[in-house]
């Protein structure tokens, strides 16, 4: 069986190289994005992969949005939440609208896309569901509280519905990437980046492939006795047990 799957945000960075990832394993893919069209239309024509706009914070446009992928490639087996955004400044200065839009984007997207397609996969008693948290939401960081919150949020998501799903055949679970070489890090100043990379013990930045391989393994049909957890992914720079 050829299994689907949707990876939201999926046009860029991790997104791009998790839905590629799938590609080469023989899933069928769909990726969402919400904004920028011409890196939209690159990567369709790069890649081949179905890449459709909508809001993944949308729970409307989810629902329509799934369906629509459902119509061309079949039942969705396998969802990676990877949608997000930074709106970084210290607490003292953050605005409602910069903490909202991060809350949104990045932790609403769960409920309205796993809502979405939680009762199909019930239904059919099979389901990956792969949350892209981040190491600054295990261990929180300086100009980043609606951030951390958002994917601190991820995991606890992930552990409540891993609970739910684990007796329909549904997994749940979460990988917390370190500062991985993408346009986001990109725009970090290269004093700071420096920094950084001197904090990990591997001594370099990871790549987003190291991140689809993660998710790879989480969203694998062999893979049914792993749920609730969070796969760290950050080249030693957080250790948790």
Sequence with gaps: MTRVAIVTGGTRGIGAAIAQAFKKQGYKVAVTYS?????????????????????????????????KVEAQLGPVDILVNNAGITRDTTFHKMTEEQWDDVIRINLKSCFSMTRAVIEGMRERGFGRIVQISSVNGQRGQYGQANYGAAKAGMIGFTKSLAFEGANKGITVNCVAPGYVDTDMVAAVPED?????????????????????????????????FVTGATLSVNGGQYMVA
């Design 192 to 224: 700071i980046l420096k920094k950084i990379i001197g904090t990990i013990p591997v001594g370099r930045l990871g790549y987003a492939d190291d991140i689809a391989r993660a998710v790879l393994f989480l969203a694998g049909d062999e893979n049914g």
């Design 35 to 67: 904004g920028n069209e011409e890196a939209a239309e690159k990567f369709r024509k790069e890649t081949g992969i179905l890449a459709l706009k909508w809001d993944a914070s949308n729970f409307a446009e989810s629902v329509e949005g799934v369906k």
